[in-house]
């Protein structure tokens, strides 16, 4: 699975203008709850482990919490991004996106 920076680095929507393909990327994004939430379990997850870990190794356990939870995020924003591509490239397929 290759890593993107942002939703707007894929290729998909990467010849799509950026008011475009934010609105397409909502779109997806927020209709696909399955996913959504099973992978959004990440965060919390990633903040307990690294607040775990912070308070063993004797870290700021906030910090330490907080950067787990963005891991967690990170994550679950990957699991979204392979997740959605083909759902993105199959609309752009059907669809012509707006020119604005």
């Known amino acids: 699975m290759k890593i993107y920076s942002s939703e707007m680095a894929i290729p998909e929507l990467e010849n799509v ?7 397409i990327w909502r779109r ?19 903040a307990g482990l690294g607040a775990g870990i912070g308070a063993y190794f004797e ?8 950067l787990g939870a963005s891991l ?7 699991i979204m991004i392979d997740h959605l591509r083909p759902k993105i490239r199959s609309y752009l397929k059907n669809h012509e996106p707006r020119l604005e």
């Open 28 to 46: 997806f994004y927020f209709h696909n709850r399955d996913w959504f939430n099973l992978s959004y379990l990440i965060c919390p997850l990633g």
């Open 59 to 66: 870290i700021e356990t906030i910090i330490s919490g907080l």
């Open 17 to 23: 203008p950026c008011k475009e393909a934010r609105r």
């Open 72 to 78: 967690g995020f990170e994550i679950h924003r990957q």
